[in-house]
């Protein structure tokens, strides 16, 4: 009998087509090193990856070349985390993206002007999003080139404060498809050059023109846009009762309505505009001047469509909140922060009609305080997916028990600065889908609480213990344990903790932020465990750790190369450790105050070696013993300083007469 022929394979990814690396490639996209791990395997991964990528999103402006030569095809170009673009660099942009480009992000980038807009808008011409939002120096003549860009359908323009009436009308002329465009805080923009766009951008569904020095006049041509979802308003204080008083429209369409801290605009006002938006689906109505009575409720009998409102800061009668239950039994999310003359009655009339209701945030509604409106919420509201209530104060802990017993599909729960206790929390460890939990200054957990949500809530992404005293090394370790999903936790201020805990942390892979300021028994020694297990590290917060030194830095940099934010303020480091963060290519944003040990020169050459710097926090002292060409220097390259003096740092309170102090401040 012939032995088979043996078919020997030189490599074995010859098997792979491109089409299967591609479908891995999809699979491990959201981690960025496991793409550059994968792409290191072989010439031909390499290769194939260039091919698959579309979104870059660079550090450096200097990378921008070298990235865009080898991926070609980038549709999604992200420079938030380059401060300094210049028109060069657009130039080399249009030049190597050309028709590829779809999206562009310039929100937080400086030092380009209308040359380089021009060479992007000739280029590109499939550019459908540009972001320039805070580009403060942007001129009409920027605008104006804008307008060449005749493919764009989504344009933000928000903080461009020279902007003017000419501008917005030469990119209305120019820019016919636009469906979404953000004018906010465009303060030179009126009247005039809103007109012009609902006149020639007639598909636009998205406009923002909050805090535009606008009246109704526009909104009369505004409100005509066939295509219009969503129209925000937020803080226009020129948009009043009188000028809204003849209108008259049939904005079908609209879905979305934000009049938010529109000061001059009652109850009279808000009815005209609300008169024809049969559709509506969300409503905002924060921090207005309208008293939400039964007479102003009444207006929504015609909004039966209305999923949400939002109602923070407004004075809200029991009739009203009774009359929204009524008319708008359909709502799904109800936003009640800091309505102080928010009752247990009032509540109670209001959820025991929304039996679909999935979001509810009363927070800093200080008249709770009955067990029957939480019991009544819960009963009420099966379907509830996030509850927010900090500062809910009066609220007794038995309260707290039918949350978990009634609403086992909430992801979402804020119980910051309440009276919990662990019966509590044992009662809510029964929502397994629960992925938020906010626990800070609550005084009465401890470890036994914190021991019933690491075995019962296993999807946790973010835990927040702020100043929870009662917690030790014992209860992070039973998080840890048990959520091994956890992305961001806050444990600032809880005094017991020690290295333990972040030993135990450091098991975590997929943590990005830790808060542990104030801890005084924290050490560099538990810093290096969480730079060697926790490489997704984004956010890093150790202020007034006097035992962290240079030692944990040096952890820091060798393993934590995705950390972009970190506060070393009042620790022992030195300007050793400062450097040392200086190799940590993506590091943004760096607080170094009150810190012994620093020189001048030390901090000037650690300031210079980070080359993405975007905000350093330093010592007043510093300031005059920085040679200024320095700083101009470092501002120029787009680095923004906050100088702070011993005058503004804070003395620490112990946790109980800190929270006294928040409820003497409130109403």
């Known amino acids: 009998m012939k032995k088979a022929k043996e078919i020997h394979i030189s490599e074995p990814f010859d098997l792979l087509s491109e089409e299967l690396v591609f479908i891995i490639l999809d699979l491990i996209s959201e981690n960025p090193s496991d793409l550059k791990s994968f792409s290191l395997t072989c010439k031909w991964f390499y290769q194939v990856e260039a091919k698959h990528r579309k979104s870059l999103k660079p550090l450096r402006p200097e990378y921008l070349p070298r990235l865009l030569s080898r991926y070609r095809k980038t549709a999604d170009l992200d420079l938030t985390s380059c401060p300094r673009v210049t028109d060069y660099a657009l130039s080399v942009l249009a030049c ?238 109800v936003s009640l922060s800091k309505c102080v003359s928010v009752t247990d009655e009032g509540l109670l009339s209001l959820v025991m009609k929304l039996k679909d209701l999935r979001k509810l945030d009363i927070t800093c509604c200080r008249k709770l305080s009955g067990v029957v409106s939480i019991t009544q919420i819960a009963n009420s509201c099966p379907l509830l997916v996030s509850l927010k209530m900090e500062s809910c104060s009066l609220v007794s802990r038995e309260a707290f028990w039918s949350i978990g017993q009634k609403c086992g599909l909430l992801e979402e729960l804020d119980l910051t600065d309440n009276e919990i206790d662990d019966e509590g929390l044992k009662s809510i460890s029964s929502c397994q889908s629960l992925s938020s939990l906010k626990l800070g200054i609550c005084l009465n957990i401890t470890d036994k609480g914190l021991s019933y949500i690491g075995n019962g809530c296993s999807n946790l992404r973010e835990l927040d213990l702020y100043r929870s005293v009662g917690i030790t090394d014992i209860g992070i370790s039973s998080i840890a344990q048990g959520c091994i999903q956890l992305e961001t936790i806050n444990i600032s201020y809880c005094k017991d903790i020690t290295d333990k805990s972040l030993v135990s942390l450091s098991r975590c892979s997929l943590v990005q932020t830790l808060e542990c300021r104030g801890c ?59 450097v040392w963060l200086t190799k940590i290519g993506s590091l943004q944003n760096i607080a170094v105050v009150k810190t012994s040990g620093l020189s001048p020169s030390g901090v000037a050459a650690a300031l210079l070696s980070c080359g993405g710097l975007r905000k350093a926090k330093l010592h007043a002292s510093l300031r005059s013993l920085l040679p200024p060409s320095l700083i101009q220097h470092l501002e120029a390259r787009g680095c923004a300083f906050l100088w702070k003096d011993n005058n503004t740092l804070q003395t620490e309170l112990d946790p109980k007469y800190w929270k006294l102090q928040l409820e003497d401040i409130g109403p």
């Not at 969480?530 to 393993?559: M, Q, T």
């Open 520 to 578: 005084p028994n924290i050490t560099s020694q538990g810093l290096a465990p969480i730079a060697v297990g926790c490489k997704r590290l984004a956010k890093l917060d150790v202020k007034k750790c006097p035992n962290i030194n240079d030692s944990g830095l040096l952890a820091l940099a060798h393993f934590s190369q995705s950390l972009k934010q970190i506060s070393v303020s009042e620790t022992g480091v030195s300007e050793v450790g400062v």
């Open 96 to 333: 190597l993206c050309g028709p590829w480009l779809r999206s562009l992000d310039l929100s937080r980038s400086a030092s380009f002007s209308a040359a380089g807009l021009l060479r992007l808008a000739v280029k590109c011409v499939n550019l459908v999003e540009i972001d320039l939002s805070n580009s403060t120096d942007l001129s009409d003549a920027a605008a104006a080139v804008l307008a060449e860009a005749t493919s764009l359908q989504r344009l933000k323009l928000g903080r461009c404060k020279l902007l003017t009436d000419m501008g917005i009308g030469c990119i209305a002329v120019g820019c016919r498809k636009l469906q979404l465009l953000c004018l906010k805080w465009c303060v030179g923009v009126g009247d005039l050059g809103v007109a012009l766009l609902a006149v020639k951008c007639k598909d636009i569904r998205t406009l923002d023109l909050s805090f535009l020095p606008i009246t109704g006049k526009c909104l009369h041509d505004i409100l005509r846009l066939q295509h219009l979802e969503e129209l925000l308003l937020e803080g226009c204080f020129g948009v009043d009762d009188d000028s809204l008083r003849s209108l008259r429209h049939d904005c079908k369409s609209l879905k979305k309505l934000d009049a938010s801290s529109c000061q001059n605009l009652s109850q009279r006002g808000l009815t005209s505009l609300l008169s024809g938006a049969g559709c509506l689906q969300r409503l905002d109505l924060a921090h207005c001047s309208s008293v939400i009575s039964l007479d102003f409720a009444s207006s929504l009998k015609k909004v039966s469509t209305l999923q949400s409102i939002r109602l923070d800061g407004c004075s809200v009668t029991c009739d009203g909140l009774k009359a929204i239950g009524n008319y708008c039994n359909s709502l799904k999310e």
